[in-house]
């Protein structure tokens, strides 16, 4: 499963857009990413998933470039509300399919 | 729809008892996924079951650790003797199959805490 590296935290001011780069250098042909959500004292909860070029839905899009390598999270003007821990998370479309979450990107949005 | 349970929401114990955890998935979700998260950290994965069965252990931190599914419906995840390290928020999810691109869909989680 290929590893992932992100920024350990953000801070950014409502209304701004914030952009969370995901580095995953030994992405494999089958992988997807995913990105994930958490709120505290919440479970995670699915955000976006894209396999190359640009997805895009109604909470964030996401930027995944040729090599794949890296993938970035795109939050248009965030909100307070936007608070939370940002996960990436890479791995294959097969039965055996885990999902690996590390510590994630804590975002905080100040007023 | 009813998303994923859990229960209970919050355990203290003390040290060397055992615990159970509960999980209810999404009705008709085949796939169901047990993780441990340490105050402040990210997600460690424990286990996932297809259907009742597990083919895969190792996350299980040690033996003292179990799980089972049965009808392929509810989970109990079973830590014996319990110990202090073992505090945590205990996350269970569930999709509708084994694979990537389906989305997990995560309970509110069981907090653990061993005096």
């Known amino acids: 499963l290929a590893k992932t590296t992100q920024p350990i935290s953000m801070d950014s001011y409502e209304g701004q857009e914030v952009n969370i780069t995901c580095s995953h250098n030994n992405i494999a042909t089958n992988d997807y990413i995913t990105w994930y959500q958490q709120f505290p004292s919440q479970g995670p909860r699915f955000i976006i998933q894209?396999?190359?070029t640009k997805v895009t839905n109604e909470v964030a899009s996401l930027f995944i470039p040729a090599d794949r390598k890296s993938s970035t999270l795109s939050l248009p003007r965030v909100s307070l509300s936007d608070t939370a821990v940002y996960y990436c998370?890479?791995?294959?479309?097969?039965?055996?399919?885990?999902?690996?979450f590390g510590s994630g990107t804590r975002l905080l949005v100040r007023p | 729809g009813a998303g994923v349970s859990q229960s209970p929401s919050n355990k203290v114990t003390e040290k060397g008892k055992d615990v159970e955890l509960r999980c209810d998935p999404i009705?008709?979700?085949?796939?169901l996924y047990w993780y441990r998260q340490r105050l402040g950290q990210g997600l460690e994965f424990l286990i996932y079951?297809?259907?009742?069965?597990?083919?895969?252990k190792s996350g299980l931190p040690s033996d003292r650790f179990s799980a089972e599914r049965t009808g392929e419906s509810v989970s109990t995840l079973t830590i014996q003797r319990t110990q202090q390290e073992d505090s945590a928020v205990y996350l269970c999810a569930s999709s509708l199959a084994l694979i990537n691109t389906d989305t997990q869909y995560f309970g509110p989680g069981t907090r653990l805490t061993v005096l």
């Open positions: 894209g396999y190359k």
């Open positions: 079951f297809q259907g009742n069965s597990a083919p895969d």
């Open positions: 009705s008709g979700h085949t796939a």
């Open positions: 998370l890479v791995g294959p479309m097969d039965s055996s399919y885990k999902l690996i």
